[in-house]
């Protein structure tokens, strides 16, 4: 008797080895990172995705029994982030609680904010609120993670406690920690947002899409986040694979860019295809123009761009708005001492102001002047990059 308690201690009903449990973890906690990023993030927090309702019941009882997670609170403090990325606003910001916190205690700042109930109720709307919401995933959220302790337990035995402490840190983690943190850290960045937001890799399947942070910022109610062709998202293959079965509906995915032959002035559907890809233009005309000038000036006086420390130089897109004080004299310094820099830096303020007026005929009227001054001004790579803007077209959109 004693012998085949401690056998069943020592292995479970199921007697797994090492290879087996592993493979068991690696399938649970993939399974909770697309209850992620599927239902709360894609479907939930941006209305990017419907799923059938027998789908939806399995994502939220999943997140139920593994992370404990209400979906409501994670909705707010999703929204909140959004709305005041990198400002005293945003709950998890690595610019204003430090890198070091938010990637290794990222889940404290989640758990602090859910005690917020202007959050709450400002930015959880629309978020479950049936009778299981109310009597059981809300109120009885410890209960899912201790019902998965058990259950690892009578497959793994002792075992199954090591299992279940994995399972419980990998949101925690990768999610709160990495994504949130390193994701507005470190990585490359496909569009120059208002925010510091970056692309883990380009190949995004170890936490099902959320590796794409830069290009979900820059289109955040698109339910694909890859944007590139050589970039991959698990998590729109999912998607994709479960519209098949008819279980998904695509609400949203970013537009393509295109653009148009012949285009004398810009239009309603160029002021439509700039506003829609604001940050697409606001990074070519870093790419095109703030570059190739800089470039230009250092040649004209005997010295190389790469003289020019890299993050001053990324500065000019933003007007140094993440350099600090000494940084931002540097950049003025390198501004006043180069006209031509200086009046395309004038440009790349002027064109960032159109973009920001309320009203479309004044807008579209204030685009069409900056087009005609710019292909006036007698720089080369102004000029070029105006005749680029005038066609911009956004190419139908296609869930695919």
């Not at 890809?277 to 006086?301: C, G, I, K």
């Not at 005929?361 to 006036?376: I, N, S, T």
């Amino acid at each position: 008797m004693l012998s085949s308690l401690l056998s069943w201690l020592d292995g479970g009903f199921t007697g797994a080895g090492i290879g087996a449990m592993a493979l068991y973890l690696l399938v649970v906690t993939q399974l909770t990172i697309f209850s992620v990023t599927l239902f709360l993030h894609r479907s939930q927090a941006h209305r990017g995705v419907d799923f059938h309702p027998v789908l939806t019941h399995f994502f939220r009882f999943w997140v139920w029994l593994t992370t404990a997670m209400r979906t409501k609170e994670w909705v707010a403090i999703h929204r909140k982030h959004h709305a005041h990325c990198e400002t005293e606003e945003d709950p998890h910001s690595p610019r204003v609680h430090g890198i070091n916190q938010v990637l290794w205690r990222g889940v404290e700042l989640y758990q602090e904010e859910t005690s917020n109930e202007a959050t709450m109720t400002k930015y959880g709307r629309g978020t479950p609120d049936d009778w299981i919401e109310r009597k059981l995933y809300h109120p009885l959220n410890a209960v899912g993670p201790t019902l998965m302790l058990f259950i690892n337990f009578a497959l793994f035995g002792v075992a199954g406690i090591a299992v279940w402490a994995l399972q419980m840190v990998w949101i925690p983690f990768w999610a709160a920690g990495v994504v949130n943190g390193l994701g507005h850290w470190w990585g490359y960045r496909n569009f120059e947002t208002a925010d510091t937001a970056t692309n883990l890799t380009p190949w995004a399947f170890w936490i099902g899409g959320e590796e794409l942070h830069n290009n979900h910022h820059t289109f955040p109610s698109s339910a694909k986040f890859a944007l590139r062709r050589w970039e991959f998202d698990i998590g729109w293959v999912a998607i994709r694979g479960f519209e098949k079965l008819g279980l998904a509906k695509v609400l949203r995915v970013a537009p393509a860019l295109d653009q148009r032959p012949n285009i004398a002035i810009p239009d309603g559907e160029t002021l439509k295809a700039v506003l829609t890809h604001r940050y697409q233009v606001m990074t070519d005309f870093y790419r095109l123009v703030l570059v190739p000038s800089l470039r230009e000036e250092m040649h004209n006086a005997g010295k190389s761009l790469r003289a020019i420390p890299r993050k001053l130089r990324k500065g000019l897109l933003d007007g140094g708005r993440w350099l600090d004080e000494a940084g931002r004299e540097k950049l003025n310094t390198l501004v006043e001492h180069r006209p031509k820099l200086g009046t395309v830096v004038e440009y790349r303020q002027r064109l960032s102001a159109i973009m920001e007026i309320r009203s479309p005929d004044a807008m579209l009227h204030g685009l069409q002047e900056w087009v005609r001054e710019a292909e006036a001004s007698g720089i080369r790579a102004l000029e070029e990059f105006s005749r680029r803007l005038r066609s911009y077209a956004l190419v139908p959109t296609r869930a695919n």
